[in-house]
Nanobody
Framework: QVQLVESGGGLVQAGGSLRLSCAGS????????MGWFRQAPGKEREFVAG????????VYADSVKGRFTISRDNAKSTVYLQMNSLKPEDTAVYYC?????WGQGAYHYWGQGTQVTVSS
């Protein structure tokens, strides 16, 4: 089992930046693909970005492409989400997840989430 803890959320003005971190513990972190998801109030959880086990492959939702960057440091068992040019519609609880693939599905382990609020 993998335990995941997100951090780095907060309140930021539109156009600003935040970097989210997700620290993993338990089983070997590098054995898992990692993803970031988000859920806004009254909406379903949506995929944001995913990264392969070694970090060589990434995938993004169209809504964040060009603004967000996912990366990982397996030596630190941490995955990051750099968010630039933030918009009010990016406001949501952001979750990291671990699983066998870095696409939109098949994530087995989830963090507790961190709130990101973007003011206009």
């Amino acid at each position: 089992q993998v335990q995941l803890v997100e951090s780095g959320g907060g309140l930021v003005q539109a156009g600003g930046s935040l970097r989210l971190s997700c620290a993993g513990s338990g089983r070997t972190f590098s054995n898992y693909a990692m993803g970031w998801f988000r859920q806004a109030p009254g909406k379903e959880r949506e995929f944001v970005a995913g990264i392969s086990w070694g970090g060589g492959s990434t995938v993004y939702a169209d809504s964040v492409k060009g603004r967000f960057t996912i990366s990982r440091d397996n030596a630190k068992s941490t995955v990051y989400l750099q968010m630039n040019s933030l918009k009010p519609e990016d406001t949501a609880v952001y979750y990291c997840a671990a699983g066998p693939d870095w696409g939109q599905g098949a994530y087995h382990y989830w963090g507790q989430g961190t709130q990101v609020t973007v003011s206009s």
